[in-house]
């Protein structure tokens, strides 16, 4: 089996009679010597020049196994060296190439003047056929060419046509560019085991219908990339669809992660593709049914598409974010192989963040259900296999070096070794085939074989002209992947030509214009760093850095860092806000952390510590925040830092519920806010300490500290800050019973967040405001607010406003009676809380669930509800939620002995400064206790004290609840105010009460006077 390829010049007639003979031979001259070149450099023998064509063929006399894949090598090279050879005569030149594959009949005519030997055979013909087709700067190929190249290709189909000669209609393929994972050009050796097993693994995906993760594992260079080229080959071949994506260690992109790469792949978006042809393919995608519209977000984050709610995005935690990026992830895959079986190759995952590993994670969670085999490539070192996110069983394939018999092949396969030098390399390389490989091209003479890949490298960057060894180094400095504009800006070359170090095997370019490349190998870029003196690289980073800046601050940063420069901390804090001003938390994380560990300003430390406690607050992690804000304070010069310092400490300590040390720290605090008239730190300090007051228990400090904050935020003109205090401020009046003033607050509270689209930190106050109002109103306006909470919640994963919207539902319930209609709700709170590990609410819970296990006639849970309830808050206190359990445990309490311990336990929990729904409920139920044992005393006063706590602002539901009380106490005497006992039952109705109303019509009937109930 052999290639030929046809070159042919276009337009030579025009050109001839431009030139003039003379000229024309001097073109043609050098035309002729640069296509033998190439074609020579690819292993190919030019076998004739007719005219001003070429006929070359690949893989005789010589075979080497990838002849085909060469000859398209050498087609598109020659079309590069034509654009050369255009701009070297100023006028445009082009040629047109054709190739086709086939059994040829070798014959030694003696004719040729290059060669005394040439072939003939149908394959030919078609090659030059397939010429004709071929327009200026094409290389059309047949279809046998085609299949035998397609992993490494990309082609256009051009026809299916008649050709001359032939009785069949073709197939015919235009090349558009050969793949930068092209499976490598010489033959895989060995690896036979390997490969047998890995078919054997896609015949079980096959089968099954599910697959699994296969872990190719080794040391650099031991051929891990090669091994899994042909795993895709053998893939493809099977019907199975392949994608590939890298990870890099250096020089990638913000947002532009191997995850990215896979995702715009599987949607068959090309890498280079527009933010509005990304946008085009996500909706496609959501159409098609790969995205669930409510997923949407999470992709676009993927694919780097803008937000079409940015507000609401924002508004979600970054570990929703995180999941929901998985589960976009997730869909798309499953979407994908459930139309054909799929192989998804992530290379060298040693190299991978924590958010690529959880999306290795979540694409080994697919393939346990779908046709779906993940090949991951990975060095030994930094193998992140069997520790999270990756402990989860696969097949490993421990690659082992090249046998003996399989080296020696690989190095017969080189066209350059002399066989002396080839087995002093193979000895040398100890089968690691990129040793070999490197050694072999190095074409150093067996005796001074370096030992080592890095002074292999040397050894042939020493051999480059100096201005191609600068740019190999130039664009090490880069990173693994490089634009050829970053290249000609770091080497201040800006005509500098890249094509000429193709073709060199140190690098290729992965698209048809080259204007991007990558290093063949990452140990290429290695050695070629480390070929660099220090202060050069220090250069060349600046000069990265400076390209960069502007353009991508994360890139800009890092070479700053590498070229030693004292900026490089304040740009990595200048790129950690941009990473965390586009949601990508982890990234922003990391920059800062790198940013901190630089010699810096004072200033530029302080910024980057708070950075970092400011992150670390945003995602939920008060330690490290607080870690993070001691280190500002270590770093802060003037009062303003420490005070904001100390802030950040203390809003730590408030997350972890450390209340006196937060307390202690806001006490540093206070005087450096006041000292230097800071209005908007000073409302701060006021707002953390209102906070912690009230988690302390003092409603009355708490109350003064917020109403300050309040006010020192209006005078900063600080609306956030207006909007907290509001909203603590809010809560305490709550606290205290003035549900009037309450209400008031969370109304301005919810204005300010809807003005400022601070849509997650709305939700409380809502799920707050719903529970206000059915103090004031009818209680039914509650739930549809609930409800609204409940879904906004659920879109944000915001969980705890889940807990609470579903808690205050179950709430609103109970308190009206309606018992059946409490049950789902609560339970759903109690199981999130508990999922949450949120123990005060699991105490709310159980509470409530007493009241509706009990009403509906199920005792042994509500007992059960309630012992629970207690177990908790011997750990938690039962200051907060205590006077719901100990309402319920009135409610059970059978004899009048064990009720009167049940009230003294309960006086004792209100007595230290419990909230105003304790008060209310557990009021309530002793009146319906007491009243139940006929102490009607004991009914009236708790009617009163239930009045009394509620004194400063008339609360329609407390008002009824002690008119009711009282009433019915005077009807226990004997003495029914039966017109009171109407319009009790009467208010009943109008706010919503039904669970009120028995007992009113049972003192109604005892009294005779059922004729007067309408
Ligand atoms: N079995 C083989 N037959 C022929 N050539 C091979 C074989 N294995 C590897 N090679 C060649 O050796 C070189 C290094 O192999 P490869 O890039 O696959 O190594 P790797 O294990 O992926 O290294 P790294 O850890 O650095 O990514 C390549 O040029 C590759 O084509
Ligand atoms: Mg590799």
Known sequence: MVAILFADLCGSTALANELGPEGMHRLLTRYFELVDGLVEQCGGTVDKHMGDGVMALFGAPVAYGNDTMRALRAAAAIHQALETLAQENRRPLAAHVGVASGEVVAADTGSAVHRNYTVTGDAVNLAARLLEVAHAGETVISDDVYRACVSSIEVDHVATMAIRGFAQEMAVWKLRSLRVDAAAEHPLLGRDDEVARFEAFLQAVEVAGTGNAWVVRADPGMGKTRLVQEMVVHARRRGFAAHTCAVLDFGVAQGRDAVHALLTGLLAVSPEASAPDRRAAL????????????????????????????????????ATRGEGRLRALASVVRHVAAQRPLVIVVEDVHWATPVVLAGVRALIDVARASPLLVVCTSRREGDPFGAPPLDVAV??????????????????????????????????????????????????????????????????????????????????????????????????????DAGTLLGRDLVRSDDADARKFGFVHALIRDGAYASLLHSHRRTLHSRAAQWYDGRDEALHAKHLDLADDPGAASAYLAAARSEAAALRFDAAQALARRGSALVASPQICYDLAHFEGDLAHDVGDPVRSLAAYERALSHASDEVQRCNAYLGMAAAHR?????????????????????TALRRESARVAYLRGCLEFARGDARASHAAHTLALEHAREAGDAEGEAHALSGLADVLYAEGRMRSSLAAFEQCLALCDRLGLVRYSLNNRCMLAVVHAYLEPADGAIGVLDRVRALARQLHHRAAEVMADESEG???????????????????????????????????????????????????????????????????????GGIAHAARAMMAEREGDLRRVLADGERSLAQGSPAHCHFWYRREAIEALLRVGDCEGAAWQAGALQAFAQAEDVPWVDFQVRRGRALANAGRGDPDVAELVACRERAVELALPGAIPAIDEALIRANAVGTVR
Not at 300 to 317: C, G, K, N, S
Not at 416 to 439: D, H, I, K, M, Y
Request: charged share 25%; hydrophobic share 45%; glycine share 6%.
């Open 283 to 318: 909706d496609r995608a959501v159409t098609s049914g790969a995205v669930a519209p409510e997923d949407e977000p999470f992709a676009a984050d993927i694919l780097a598409v803008p937000q079409r709610d940015p507000a609401m995005y924002e508004a979600m935690d970054n």
């Open 395 to 496: 097949d490993v394939c421990d690659l082992r070096p090249l046998a003996t018999r399989d080296a020696l092949a690989l190095a017969r396969s080189y066209l350059t070794a002399n066989p002396s030098v080839a087995a002093g390399c193979v000895e040398r390389a100890q089968g690691n085939p990129l040793f070999l490989t490197q050694l072999l091209r190095s074409g150093a003479d067996g005796s001074a074989i370096p030992a080592t890949i890095q002074s292999v490298v040397h050894s042939r960057l020493d051999r480059l002209s100096p201005a191609d060894k600068a740019a190999v180094q130039a664009a090490a400095v880069i990173g693994q992947r490089f634009d050829l504009a970053v290249l000609r800006h770091v080497l201040d070359d800006p005509a500098y």
């Open 655 to 675: 997350a972890t519920g450390a209340t006196e040390p937060g307390l202690g720290v806001l006490r540093q605090a206070e005087p450096l806010a006041a000292g």
């Open 811 to 881: 709430w609103v319930r109970v308190a009206q009676g309606r018992y059946s209609d409490a049950v789902e709700p609560t339970e759903r709170s109690l199981a999130l809380a508990r999922e949450i590990g949120s123990r005060r609410w699991m105490v709310f819970d159980h509470g409530l669930l007493a009241f509706v296990y009990w009403h509906l006639g199920r005792h042994a849970d509500a007992q059960e509800s309630v012992r629970s309830a207690f177990e908790l808050m011997a750990e938690v206190g039962d200051r907060f939620f």
